[in-house]
């Protein structure tokens, strides 16, 4: 387990374990030496928490699984907002995957939303607001 200050985490991230575990926090202030240590696979657990795209969390695991060989994403709620927060959540455990490329050519909320998104009146919400459907 990754825990304790900033020179006992490298310590452990170097040691000659095979599998290391570890936060989103943790990843977040120690990435670079996330990064150095090369995983073949990572399993993140409460994936959801990458649903916002351009959140700190999101970027840290994209930039993390995008060197892994293979990489799993668990949760039990994976878009507990709507089919938007799908966007971070592929991304996250597969960079790059997406077709809905922006003009810098990374994957933007707005072209997944347009390719994947559907606003059609599906009984909605109590306001009146329409519900999301998932288009191919």
Avoid: M
Wanted: aromatic fraction near 6%; proline fraction near 5%; charged fraction near 25%.
């Amino acid at each position: 387990i990754v825990d304790g200050k900033p020179q006992g985490q490298k310590q452990i991230l170097g040691g000659g374990r095979n599998i290391k575990i570890a936060n989103y926090e943790k990843l977040l202030h120690s990435l670079d030496d996330y990064i150095k240590v090369g995983f073949d696979a990572i399993i993140a657990d409460e994936i959801h928490r990458a649903k916002n795209h351009s959140s700190q969390t999101s970027k840290a695991l994209r930039k993390l699984s995008g060197q892994a060989q293979w990489v799993w994403g668990l949760s039990g709620t994976p878009a507990p907002n709507g089919l938007e927060d799908w966007l971070g959540v592929l991304e996250a455990v597969s960079p790059g995957v997406l077709p809905c490329k922006g003009a810098r050519g990374e994957a933007t909320k707005t072209e997944f939303q347009a390719r994947y998104c559907l606003k059609e009146q599906l009984g909605g919400g109590h306001d009146g607001t329409p519900a999301p459907v998932f288009a191919r």
